[in-house]
C-alpha cells in the first residue's frame, strides 16, 4: 500500500478484556516496529520484526503483551486482561532499510475504562 | 545503551522568526539520526536524517538540521517559522550497530501568528 495503516482508529475497552491492534506495513519493508506513545512520554519501544528472523520483543512491558507478525507482512498486536495504564496510542512504522527513515502509521488511540 | 535528550517540552516562537528546536543524544560509535513531526492525531512524519557526509542536511518543509559530533547534538532549525510549523517534533538515534531507533520526549513548537 501507499503507506502503513492501522486498525482500528480508536479502540475504547472494558478494564480485563483482551485487545488485538492491526498493521499493515508498505509493501516490501522488511522491518516492522511496534511503538507506544503516552502523554508526555515520547515513545516507548515495544517489540521488532525483521523479516522472517525472530523478534526483539526487549520493549514488551508485561508477558499480557504479545505480537505477531504473519508472512512477513501484516503484524498484529495483542493486550490481554487490559488495565488503565494500557491506556495510550499504539504506533506502528515499517521500514526497507534502517538508514532509509521509518514509515508511521496514524495510530491506535487505545482506552481502558 | 542510546538515549535521546530534548530538553526543551515547549517552544514559543513568533512567526516569520527563526526556530530552533534542540536535540542531544548519547549512542556508541557514528549515530543515524533522524526529526519526525506530529500533527495532531496523526502519525510521525519523516521530515530529515543525518547518516553520513556534511553536518548540515536539509529536509522537508524548509527545514534542516546540524550533527554537531563534538556537543552530541543535532538541532532542528528553521530560517522563519510558520503557523503551520506547530506540532510535536521528535528526534530520533540509532547507533550503527543497533536496529531499534531511540525516540526523544517530543517538542512543542507553538509559532504565534
Known amino acids: 500500500g501507499a503507506g502503513v495503516s492501522q486498525s482500528p482508529s480508536n479502540k475504547v475497552t472494558e478494564k480485563g478484556k483482551d485487545v488485538e491492534l492491526r498493521c499493515d506495513p508498505i509493501s516490501g519493508h522488511t522491518a516492522l516496529y511496534w511503538y507506544r506513545q503516552s502523554l508526555g512520554q515520547g515513545l516507548e519501544f515495544l517489540i521488532y520484526?525483521?523479516?522472517?528472523?525472530?523478534?526483539?520483543k526487549s520493549g514488551l512491558p508485561s508477558d499480557r503483551f504479545s505480537a505477531e507478525r504473519t508472512g512477513g507482512s501484516v503484524s498484529t498486536l495483542t493486550i490481554q486482561r487490559t488495565q488503565q495504564e494500557d491506556s495510550a496510542v499504539y504506533l506502528c512504522?515499517?521500514?526497507?532499510?534502517?538508514?532509509?527513515?521509518?514509515?508511521f502509521g496514524s495510530g491506535t488511540r487505545l482506552t481502558v475504562v | 545503551a542510546q538515549s535521546v535528550a530534548q530538553p526543551e517540552d515547549q517552544v514559543n516562537v513568533a512567526e516569520g522568526n527563526p526556530l530552533t528546536v534542540k536535540c542531544t543524544y548519547s549512542?556508541?560509535?557514528?549515530?543515524?539520526l533522524f526529526w519526525y513531526v506530529q500533527y495532531p492525531n496523526r502519525g510521525l512524519q519523516f521530515l530529515l536524517k543525518?547518516?553520513?557526509?556534511?553536518?548540515l542536511v536539509k529536509g522537508s518543509y524548509g527545514f534542516e538540521a546540524e550533527f554537531n559530533k563534538s556537543q552530541t547534538s543535532f538541532h532542528l532549525k528553521k530560517p522563519s517559522a510558520l503557523v503551520s510549523d506547530s506540532a510535536l517534533y521528535f528526534c530520533?538515534?540509532?547507533?550503527?550497530?543497533?536496529?531499534?531507533?531511540?525516540f526523544g520526549r517530543g517538542t512543542s513548537l507553538i509559532v504565534h501568528p
Open positions: 549512542v556508541s560509535g557514528n549515530p543515524y
Open positions: 530520533a538515534a540509532l547507533s550503527g550497530g543497533s536496529y531499534i531507533p531511540t
Open positions: 520484526f525483521q523479516g522472517n528472523s525472530a523478534p526483539d
Open positions: 543525518y547518516i553520513t557526509g556534511d553536518n
Open positions: 512504522a515499517s521500514s526497507l532499510q534502517i538508514n532509509y527513515g521509518y514509515t
